[in-house]
């Protein structure tokens, strides 16, 4: 879909805000925001039957207000704790997630539709991240001397934490995205309050459940049971120092031209539509099997899922082919079943709009080489398929697929793989496959993008910044750039 653009009047930011949080779902199959669109009720609704499980009642705003000046009022005592109090709980945290993993990576599942292992493997990863900023946080946030500096005795920088931060985020990793914004931002100082998709909500509720049973003080994080209509408010309560979002383009331009308007930081991880270079002496093998893993890993939605694979035309056929018969091969069915591969997507919005993004590219000549049908029967099932013969007119080109859907490009060298690349309004991960030193090089430096992942598929690890340029965000995520954005950086000249 088209997508609005901001408006250059700042008086105009709140109309804008509440077109785009009612606009129709986008290619994650939710509204802007990371939410569903503005009416749908918060609930748990099993993908892979289209059943309503569960239907929860939203906090009204004076339990919203509750919970603000709850946050707004611990932060005053959580801030002079100190990292050894605040690391302690977040060990805990991450036992309590240990023990939880079975029951919880269901509950996920049954949620978003995820396979199940998937589930519990994001449990375990949550886990270690907690761990991982429980143990460095103090060394990654230590005081930074300034050497040099003219008739001194000492100057440095010092990291302190701003208040409570808003956390939008959207379903296709209801815990990973959550826990990679709270594990630093606890350990900072700062306290959260989290808006979590309105199709996950017993996750968060989990997650409300989790930091408390951990030991942390009431306040420090909690859960607001709200529809995306309630997100401009907390964007311009005083109280909210900063936000951090995951979710649409849409998303993004609505949040960041509020937040903007009142002068607050935000941090955006968006959309992306990353390319996958092979280039001659890649190991075909290793890229074949990687590059399926890389496609259709969660259901195909993930902003850091390979969706453009750029492959050059001496290469082209072999690897068309034996991409394709992996992918012909992979299992589609429940996702609590161990032995599934690819789960249901998470809304029928979002089966729709895969289904209407490869129709268009049919009606304009790809070529289609595996799937590309709906499959029939309760759930919100899309098999996976491969496109070829893309072309510029067809929206599979310019768009965000989510879902799991390849498109195929042939290039006849480096600079061409580069040029189809950077084609693209996103720029949050990239993918390239290649043994030879010079193009490695080449690839690193002129892929636009935040992320490039030589002979592997990109990923997020808590010891490595993640985010975007472009239009795929701005900001960073995890490791020592990451705790730092929700920092207040204090010059410090001691004479």
């Known amino acids: 879909m088209t997508e609005a653009r901001p408006p250059d009047d700042a008086a105009a930011a709140p109309l804008f805000l509440a077109a785009l949080l009612r606009a129709p779902a986008t290619a994650g199959g939710e509204g802007p925001a990371g939410t569903r669109t503005v009416g749908v009720p918060i609930a748990t609704i099993n993908p892979a039957t289209g059943e309503t ?23 005053r005592t959580y801030r002079r704790t100190s990292f050894a109090e605040r690391a302690q709980r977040l060990e805990r945290a991450a036992d309590l997630l240990d023990a939880d993993e079975a029951a919880l990576g269901a509950t996920m599942t049954t949620e978003m539709g995820k396979p199940v292992s998937q589930a519990r493997a994001e449990i375990r990863k949550c886990a270690g991240a907690l761990r991982y900023y429980a143990e460095n946080a103090e060394r990654l946030l230590a005081d930074e001397e300034v050497p040099g500096t003219a008739a001194k005795r000492r100057s440095f920088v010092t990291y302190q934490p ?11 990793f209801p ?7 709270a594990a ?16 996950v909500p017993k996750t968060a509720l989990y997650l409300d459940d989790l930091f ?79 590059g399926v893993k890389a496609r259709v890993q969660n259901n195909g939605q993930s902003c850091i899922a390979a969706k453009r694979f750029i492959v050059h035309e001496d290469i082209a056929e072999e690897y068309e082919e034996r991409f394709t018969e992996a992918m012909a091969k992979l299992v589609v069915g429940d996702p609590l079943d161990d032995g599934t591969d690819i789960g249901p997507l998470a809304t029928p919005s ?7 993004q490869v129709e268009d590219a049919k009606a304009k000549g790809a070529r289609i080489l595996t799937g590309g049908e709906r499959i029939d029967g ?38 061409e793989a580069i040029a189809i690349a950077n084609d693209s309004t996103f720029g949050l991960g990239s993918n390239a496959w290649t043994e030879n030193e010079a ?12 992320m490039v992942f030589i002979n592997w598929m990109v990923t997020s690890y808590y010891d490595l910044p993640f985010g975007g340029v472009k239009r795929s965000g701005y900001g960073r995520e995890l490791s020592g750039p990451g705790i730092k954005e929700l920092a207040v950086t204090k010059t410090v000249w001691v004479d």
């Open 184 to 199: 630093p931002s606890l350990m900072l100082g700062n306290v959260g309050l989290l808006k979590h998709a309105s199709n």
């Open 378 to 415: 309760p759930g919100w099932y899309y098999p996976p398929t491969v496109v070829a013969g893309v072309t510029k007119d067809m929206r599979v080109y310019r768009e965000e697929v989510f879902g799991p859907v390849a498109t195929f490009f042939r290039a006849a060298d480096a600079d």
């Open 53 to 75: 499980l569960e239907t929860f009642e939203p906090h009204d705003d004076a339990e919203v207000e509750r919970r603000v000046a709850l946050a707004d009022a611990t932060f």
């Open 162 to 172: 701003m208040g409570p931060v808003l956390a939008v985020m959207p379903w296709n």
């Open 212 to 290: 408390a049973r951990a030991g942390m003080p009431e306040g420090v994080f909690q859960t607001l049971l709200i529809g995306s209509g309630k997100v401009e408010a907390l964007l311009r309560d005083d109280r909210i120092t900063a936000a951090t979002l995951t979710g649409s383009e849409g998303a993004g331009r609505a949040v960041a031209a509020v937040a903007g308007s009142e002068i607050k930081k935000t941090v955006l991880e968006l959309g992306g539509s990353d390319p996958f270079i092979v280039m001659p002496s890649a190991d075909l093998d290793r890229a074949v099997e990687v």
């Open 439 to 450: 193009e490695q090089k080449k690839f690193i430096s002129e892929i636009e993008a935040g």
């Open 350 to 356: 979002g089966r729709d709009e895969v289904a209407e």
């Open 175 to 181: 815990m990973w995205q959550v826990i990679r914004f």
